[in-house]
Nanobody, 124 residues
Framework: QVQLVESGGGLVQAGDSLRLSCVAS????????MGWFRQAPGKEREFVGT????????YIADSVKGRFTIFRDNAKNTVYLQMNSLKPEDTAVYYC?????????????????WGQGTQVTVSS
């Protein structure tokens, strides 16, 4: 069973960058599609981006497209979310998740395993 631990969150100013990391335990990380979601207070969990288990296909939500990228290093059992030009509306708890879906998974219920989340706060 894969377990996920996120890190890299923090308090930054608008326009800054952050890189979130999600490290997976277990030997089967490379067989999972990986996604990032976020949840702001009082709002539903929102899809941010995903990368296919092969690492060759990514999909980023329109709300962050052009600012966020997702990539993975299977040798390190790690998936990353690079966030540039951060805005106050990006403030949320960010979660990584693992999916057994072979294609691109954009719905939270397509993901089987979740990390505990890391807080990102962007001040104006």
């Amino acid at each position: 069973q894969v377990q996920l631990v996120e890190s890299g969150g923090g308090l930054v100013q608008a326009g800054d960058s952050l890189r979130l990391s999600c490290v997976a335990s277990g030997r089967t990380f490379s067989s999972y599609g990986m996604g990032w979601f976020r949840q702001a207070p009082g709002k539903e969990r929102e899809f941010v981006g995903t990368i296919r288990w092969t690492g060759d296909v990514t999909y980023i939500a329109d709300s962050v497209k052009g600012r966020f990228t997702i990539f993975r290093d299977n040798a390190k059992n790690t998936v990353y979310l690079q966030m540039n030009s951060l805005k106050p509306e990006d403030t949320a708890v960010y979660y990584c998740a693992a999916s057994r879906e072979r294609g691109i998974a954009t719905w939270w219920n397509e993901y089987d395993i979740w990390g505990q989340g890391t807080q990102v706060t962007v001040s104006s």
